[in-house]
């Protein structure tokens, strides 16, 4: 087992594939830790909003909540009924292209993409925000404590899907449980005491109200809200993540995700409002985040304090992980239908696609740089890629039932699945609605704060998608061959053979090029008068004398005056000139190489014939085709 | 012309060498420019390490400049005396080789290197911190700065050696007309008012002073005054750059810029004494460079004032410059002695030497970025290696007049030239002493504030040119070739053409393959199961037939399965397993590739074939030709 295998694993085969899969318990961390994750940031920025109002914003958090928590409430039975009709991965993509056309399903998957992005960069910037809001020591270092912690997640990702989640397992408990505990304590201290628990920690002092209670305020502080409902939708596109049954898999898993999330989201708003608690400016010097002045209100800042934040910070962090299951997916769809370099749809070693992954890693890791890591500037980007995609699918759905007779009948129906088409189409239809509304809402109240630049993203992306297909169709239609080779007219090539001096390299060079054709051109570019000379001094002796003793074709000497100290031109000229001479043949340009076994070799040498190489790409005449001998350095 | 050519200029012809050399007029701004914006440096750089003495600081900066003068008086003739001997360039590398042997020329070279490459840092750190000192708003733009000028001084000198030097000569003459004319006027004004002139702007009072006068500290700021002396040694390198008769032309450059930092040296000096000038502590925000105040005191704060402060800001900057010159000259010989990669010998387009060009900015670039751009963080690592070298150029001097008679004659003899040899000897011998001791001084000062840096990167330098060579040696040993061209046993390669599915890329390549040898294989890797039966399906009608038909030999068609995807190690096992079925003969590796005019193409395709060509060299198997067969796209 190699260095390389010990750390990525071993190759995986492809008839493995199937385990690889999940269930449920490990499937909640993979494809549900960014939906879960939500809780800790959705009810602050809603929160952060309702400053200004002072002690009344935790009292409006309550309602504000209760909408945010309905309307998951219909996405969630939205996706439940995309589930069992894609089982191959009912991703927005697929439904929104199947239903509403190729153009719908393509603005989905830039939508989806880049929410996709956000949310690696917004989830480790939260963590890491998180991290130095409780160890201020490590303030300096947020950028790199960012890239360190994407470039793990990126690791433990090309190691495999299954290892992602498993690796996962135990901060997502933990955060679902010890949040869990909170809550529950919570409450029953505010029922023992009547409706007014005393806080442990009594949190600091709620600054006065600066403005009053207005329509467009409640608004903003909704959309805000509405970040705590991204990532719902990984499921639904990860179905063959799930071992079999997937659909009931898949199916449980966002039933049990769902619940959660609303049980959590209620529960911080209740202690909200029953513990007085606001959000603070995160300028102050003292700011704490809700979840610790909550935390601290419910328990003290005893060890549970710390275990709980500690839980808060590894799965805000690591929700980044859910991006990196489904964008590499995404990236596969759309490479299966050429929208995408073919290089998104291979699977590697580890049956992960290594493309998607580092492609997903290197866009975040622009967005960290370009934001230094502050989630302040990163938030207002969020969420309407995931409306965006919310919205598509919805409707995709609506016009799959109203092309289909029914829903499906799958192994795992439910009454709700045998419901007639139109109390499905109902369904996806609110949800379509109802999403749509919020990615309004959302586009009105963020749009000066930053939501331009996704809207400049989407269409960027969606004409790539685009220009990558039409580029692929018209490659297909000019190398697409129903003509039988020809076999007529097979001429040897005329080979050219470009040398330097005379040594152990071009000796071998020039051996091979006589096995294949007995036409042969040296050529020599007179970069240096002295060079030039010494080898046309030793030409006779060396190549001349001995073919003719032997009665083969003797090789001319092409000498190639260079007054600028050019290489590549004149010997593209020279080329050029062979081809045009001999109509019909190809020219041979044989490049003698040096080869050896250290990097460091290539440093040193070859950087001439590596630059011909290029040029010979670039230069694309077809009839110039290069053949690179190598000559092998004896080990030292 | 094309665009590439507006910016670059037209490549120039090796005939026109002679056209691109210079006389003493433009030859101080191109090769003195580092010598003389020591001037500004220098003496604030002393003066800094005198802040603790209050007053006197004022009164003891005139001895010690009458050292420093003294010494550069002394390295003035030492190197007077060089340039004669040397006339193809006598820089410290050639002279310690020649007269000390190649481990003290490899010493002197990295010395000189690491010089240069600090030069460019100091030099350009140093005229943006004058600038943003005189326009804070820029203080956030440091390094970008920083980086924009290397960027342009990068280009300026790509563009040629001589019209770097002719840009030059503005910005230099103006430098020292207005700080001559500052130091006449207030000289002048000091002899009128008997000695204690009234300053037309009162400079800041003197901070009492803190310790006393110690011998430690006045060494300190002896060792901080001498780097007023680095790059008086550029000259000597750069003889072949000036025009003939180039040894007069260059002595007599020698002459005029050690005159001219000499005077300003002292000028400086005497003006601080007379103004009661010191240096201020850098931090503080009132910051004013002794120039600055050393002008304002002469002449107030006019127009003069800001033309001579600009004069001073722009030759900072440009002395960067002088490496510009000489380091790409040192580096092509290092390569001439094989220390370093051939392409540094080379001269590119316009005469210059690229790679050496490039290196340079890349290097000082790091340096910039790591230090941010801050000359207090660079000066300590400065003056090393000018010492350095200045001790083994004037140590090889003195081997020089031991081996030889007497100093050779020439042209332009001078009664100093003629002298016996016993007093070439003394004066080279005085050099190197005296040179030794201030480097002994400079390491002992500087050594805890960031030298130890330089100790580090000296041998790092000296090893890889030691490294370099014995590679170099290695190869030339191996690759040597008295033996004639061997004509027997010439047998036609087997061909290997990798092939992915049936195209008209795939049939130009199989039809090149046919017409170098009756002997092929079609290797298809089999990563997806369908790709694979649909090529087999093909090749019965597609190949077999034609060829038959035509009474050619029929091609194998061969499947190689891969259960882990894998592309490049099942496809090696088949090429290796060809050649060793078939000893004696080459396997001829054909790649189809499709080329096109776009760069966009190559990342949507080829990708595959990329790697193997990266592989087929990595891998170096003698045996495995690699043949490359273009198929052009047609104009899209």
Chains 1, 2 share one sequence.
Request: charge should be positive; hydrophobic fraction near 55%; include cysteine.
């Amino acid at each position: 087992m190699t260095l390389y295998d010990r750390i990525m694993g071993a190759p995986l085969a492809t008839a493995d594939e199937a385990k690889q899969t999940v269930g449920p318990l490990a499937g909640i961390p993979m494809l549900g830790l960014d939906a879960l994750s939500s809780a800790a940031y959705g009810p602050e920025a809603a929160l952060a909003i309702l400053l200004g109002i002072g002690a009344l914003g935790a009292v409006y958090i309550v309602p504000i909540t209760a909408i945010v928590v309905a309307l998951l409430l219909i996405v969630f039975v939205s996706y439940r009924q995309t589930i069992p009709a894609y089982p191959g991965g009912g991703g927005s993509y697929t439904v929104a292209r199947e239903n509403l056309g190729v153009r719908f399903g393509l603005l989905a998957a830039a939508s989806l993409m880049v929410d996709y992005i956000l949310n690696v960069a917004v989830g480790i910037a939260a963590g890491v925000g998180a991290l130095i809001s409780a160890v201020p020591a490590l303030h300096p270092y947020v950028l790199p404590l960012c890239l360190g912690i994407l470039v793990l997640i990126t690791l433990v990702n090309l190691h495999g899907v299954r290892e992602a989640g498993v690796a996962f397992v135990a901060p997502t408990y933990l955060f679902v449980g010890t949040l869990g505990l909170v809550i529950l304590l919570g409450l029953a201290k505010a029922a023992l005491a009547g409706g007014h628990p005393v806080p442990v920690e009594v949190p600091a002092a709620v600054p006065v109200a600066s403005t009053g209670v207005g329509f467009w305020l409640l608004l903003r502080a909704f959309a805000n809200g509405c970040t705590a409902m991204t990532g719902v939708e990984a499921i639904s596109n990860g179905i063959p993540a799930f071992r079999a049954p997937s659909v009931s898999n898949a199916k449980r898993t966002l039933a049990a995700v769902v619940a959660i999330l609303a049980v959590l989201l209620i529960g911080i708003a209740l202690l909200c409002r029953l513990y007085g608690i606001v959000a603070d400016d995160p300028d102050t010097a003292n700011y704490q985040s809700v979840l610790s002045k909550l935390t601290a209100a419910v328990t003290g800042r005893g060890p549970f304090y710390y275990v709980t934040m500690g839980g808060v910070i590894a799965v805000v962090c690591l929700s980044a992980n859910t991006s990196f299951a489904d964008f590499p997916r995404l990236c596969r769809l759309l490479a299966l239908d050429n929208h995408l370099p073919y290089t998104f749809a291979s699977r590697s070693r580890r049956l992960v696609n290594a493309s998607g992954i580092l492609a997903l890693a290197v866009m975040s890791a622009i967005l960290l740089v370009a934001f230094g890591g502050v989630t302040d500037r990163l938030v207002p980007l969020f969420a309407i890629g995931a409306f965006g995609a919310f919205t598509l699918s919805q409707a995709g759905m609506v016009m799959h039932w109203r092309s289909l007779g029914r829903p499906p009948a799958t192994e795992c129906d439910r009454p709700a699945d045998r419901g007639s088409r139109g109390a499905a189409l109902a369904i996806n239809a609110i949800g379509a609605v109802a999403t749509g509304l919020v990615l309004l809402i959302v586009l009105a109240t963020k749009f000066v704060d930053g939501a331009w630049v996704v809207l400049l993203l989407i269409p960027a992306l969606f004409f790539v998608f685009v220009r990558v297909q039409a580029h692929y169709a018209f490659v297909r239609e000019q190398t697409d061959c129903a003509v039988p080779l020809a076999v007529t007219d097979l001429q040897p090539p005329v080979v050219a053979v470009v040398m330097r001096r005379w040594s152990t390299i071009t000796r071998n060079a020039l051996r091979f090029a006589l096995s294949m054709s007995d036409d042969i051109v040296a050529v020599h570019v007179n970069t240096d008068a002295e060079e030039g000379r010494h080898l046309a001094a030793k030409w006779g002796r060396f190549v001349e004398a001995p073919l003719r003793e032997g009665g083969h074709a003797v090789p001319r000497l092409l000498l190639v005056e260079s007054p600028y100290r050019l290489f590549l031109d004149p010997l593209f000229d020279t080329l050029t000139r062979l081809a045009d001479e001999n109509p019909g043949r190809s020219v041979a340009v044989v490049v003698p190489e040096l080869v050896g076994g250290r990097w460091s070799d290539y440093l040193l040498h070859n950087q001439r014939s590596t630059a011909l190489k290029g040029a010979l790409l670039l230069h694309g005449d077809q009839r110039l085709v290069l053949v690179n001998v190598p000559w092998r350095l004896a080990k030292h």
